[in-house]
Antibody, heavy 119, light 109 residues
């Protein structure tokens, strides 16, 4: 059974930093591209970032480019999101998602971790 | 960037009725790389349909997708109580072409 478990979400002040983690199990982690997708309270879904199976390629939404860094450790079946220079508009539930087809199709999602940026 | 517009914003129906949800793209979606997700309150989204019309693993056959180009439809043939949720369409296919619609809330009438 595929499982994705996010952690690391907390309340942080504007301008602060945070690192999210996602622990994966139930599939061969290093075969798949992985993503972060976020959802602001009461709002829709917004793709944030992706990383290729080997970590060689990364992409970011314009809204987070230059502030967020995605990474992975295939030896630990883990995905990460380093978030710097946080803004109030980054407040959201952050989901880790598995890419089912190397084309940004999200076939499995975690339950999310909540990041609140507030003074 | 392709913009996806879903309609209606809210759909009020009764169990047993047929639901038709629309997703319109601002440009043609290549190779029908259009997916639908279901999200219930307090839960993560779940993949329902990919490639515009293929059901994901374990999805009941009352869910069907159709369309091509710029116009796509998700149909739920006979609504079950567990189907009342928010539905999102998504165009995918490349790292830089990856957007969601704003969602349609399907509520019990």
């Amino acid at each position: 059974e595929v499982q994705l478990v996010e952690s690391g979400g907390v309340v942080v002040q504007p301008g602060g930093s945070l690192r999210l983690s996602c622990a994966a199990s139930g599939f061969t982690f290093d075969d798949y591209t992985m993503h972060w997708v976020r959802q602001a309270p009461g709002k829709g879904l917004e793709w944030v970032s992706l990383i290729s199976w080997d970590g060689a390629s990364t992409y970011y939404a314009d809204s987070v480019k230059g502030r967020f860094t995605i990474s992975r450790d295939n030896s630990k079946n883990s995905l990460y999101l380093q978030m710097n220079s946080l803004r109030t508009e980054d407040t959201a539930l952050y989901y880790c998602a598995k890419d089912g087809s190397s084309s940004s199709l999200f076939d499995y999602w975690g339950q999310g971790t909540l990041v609140t940026v507030s003074s | 960037e392709i913009v996806l517009t879903q309609s209606p914003g809210t759909l009020s129906l009764s169990p047993g009725e047929r639901a038709t949800l629309s997703c319109r793209a601002s440009q043609s979606v290549s190779s029908s790389y259009l997916a639908w997700y279901q999200q219930k309150p307090g839960q993560a989204p779940r993949l329902l349909i990919y490639g515009a019309s293929s059901r994901a693993t374990g999805i009941p056959d009352r869910f069907s997708g159709s369309g091509s180009g710029t116009d796509f439809t998700l149909t739920i043939s006979r609504l079950e109580p567990e189907d009342f949720a928010v539905y999102y369409c998504q165009q995918y296919g490349s790292p830089t072409e990856n957007t969601f619609g704003q969602g349609t809330k399907l509520e019990i009438k």
